[in-house]
């Protein structure tokens, strides 16, 4: 198994900028594609951003898209995802998730207020 803590969360203003990590333990991190996802009050979780087990590869939600940057470094056994201009809407818990083919592992997540 992987195990993931998130850290890095809190509250920031309007236009302002946090930085989410996300440790892992257990299994070889680096095996493994990494993701976040955020999941607002009453809302379905929704997919942020993705990197690739060697990081060469990332993707972004078109909500995020230009604002937030995901990366990994494989020798720490952490990602992270940098959040720039933020926004109220951005506002959720976010999610790590490390997955490879049918095995998926969730972080407890950590809460990122943004106010206007």
């Known amino acids: 198994q992987v195990q993931l803590v998130e850290s890095g969360g809190g509250l920031v203003q309007a236009g302002g900028s946090l930085r989410l990590s996300c440790a892992a333990s257990?299994?070889?991190?680096?095996?493994?594609?990494m993701a976040w996802y955020r999941q607002a009050p009453g809302k379905e979780r929704e997919f942020v951003a993705a990197?690739?087990?060697?990081?060469?590869?990332?993707y972004y939600a078109d909500s995020v898209k230009g604002r937030f940057a995901i990366s990994r470094d494989n020798a720490k056994n952490t990602g992270y995802l940098q959040m720039n201009v933020l926004k109220p809407e951005d506002t959720a818990i976010y999610f790590c998730?490390?997955?490879?083919?049918?095995?998926?592992?969730w972080g407890q997540g950590t809460q990122v207020t943004v106010s206007s």
């Open positions: 990197v690739s087990w060697r990081g060469d590869n990332r």
């Open positions: 998730n490390a997955n490879r083919g049918l095995d998926h592992y």
């Open positions: 257990g299994r070889t991190f680096s095996n493994y594609d």
